[in-house]
């Protein structure tokens, strides 16, 4: 059996399509354009070309951009002004500050500076006990960018059974989370789980988020059953020339799709949702602050 194949990059294009219908619709009626900040702190080549992208994303689906990008001493005095000027800037529904921050900035402590509201990134302590109790709030871009896939795919989640592989804070725990407000009953498995294969195999979904290179294979895949897989690791690509590096997930692609219904692939998979996701979330986050309908089909 071949796996139905989830294209992630289709996906966000159609998730921007209907953000940039939205911005429209705040523009034309409310005269209102919905503004993201981003903060980038030092010279991470990475983040250079994530933020990059973010910015012309923000612009092409009509919103407005603003970069901050800051030099990699800054204090965390300075840090926190700049989030505290931003915070309460009325052009600017939305921050994000781009992880990692150099070693001498306190992460939690930046990111617990943002107002909740505006936290597009979702990581703000307020926003993830919200979530975990079932409330509305600010939702992390990747695991809801899987969550619109798999209601796309499957409709209703209601009773399914699903197996999140990983336990971080950006994916894992709000993964659960969101699939438990779905009705899923769900399972989070990780380094240390015992009997994790025979447990992946009970799944009709199977998320992986571990950060292990294709770790996860046909063996470990119940017949049929939907894999998302947001891993992106970079490893040697013999087959390509020496010195030649290729992407890969948390799953052997090739195995898994004979035994998967359906699957996402790496790259190309869930690695495009995630900025579509932030560019929802920041209308989201507009809409609320001008107690605004929020727009249908982009939140969790």
């Known amino acids: 059996m071949a796996a139905q194949l989830i294209d992630g990059k289709a996906f966000a294009a159609s998730v921007r399509k209907q953000v940039a219908v939205h911005v429209r619709r705040l523009k034309v009626h409310y005269n209102i354009v919905p503004g993201l900040a981003v903060v980038l ?23 407005n951009s603003f970069e901050h990008k800051l030099p990699a001493d800054t ?9 505290d000027d931003l915070n309460k800037d009325p052009a600017v529904h939305g921050i994000l500050c781009q992880l990692p921050l150099p070693d001498h900035l306190n992460e939690d402590l930046i990111i617990n500076s943002i ?9 703000h302590i307020s926003n993830v006990g919200l979530l975990g109790t079932g409330q509305k709030s600010m939702v ?53 789980t015992k009997n994790i294969e025979a447990l992946c195999k009970q799944a009709d979904i199977l998320v992986a988020a571990v950060g292990r290179p294709e770790m996860i294979n046909a ?6 059953a939907t894999v998302i897989d947001v891993g992106i690791n970079r490893i040697p690509a013999p087959e390509k020339g020496e010195g030649k590096m290729k992407l890969v ?28 996701c932030l560019l929802a979330n920041t209308v ?17």
């Open 140 to 192: 992390p871009c990747t695991p809801l960018g899987c969550l619109m896939m798999l209601r796309d795919h499957h409709g209703s989640l209601s009773g399914l059974n699903a197996v999140v592989v990983g336990r971080s804070n950006i994916v894992g725990k709000p993964m659960a989370n969101l699939l438990l407000n779905d009705s899923c009953t769900v399972i989070i498995a990780h380094s240390r």
């Open 115 to 123: 107002a909740p509201d505006k936290d597009v990134d979702g990581f």
């Open 41 to 63: 702190v030092g010279e991470d080549p990475a983040s250079e070309v994530y933020v990059r992208n973010k910015g012309k994303q923000t612009i092409e689906v009509g919103m």
């Open 284 to 300: 989201t986050a507009c809409c609320r602050a001008n107690d605004l309908e929020e727009p249908e089909g982009l939140t969790a």
């Open 249 to 276: 997930g948390d799953v052997d692609f090739a195995s898994a799709s004979d035994v998967a219904g359906a699957i996402t692939p790496v790259p190309g998979g869930v690695g495009p949702m995630t900025i579509a």
């Open 75 to 83: 204090s965390e005095a300075d840090l926190l002004k700049l989030i």
């Open 219 to 224: 063996d470990w895949i119940k017949s049929g």
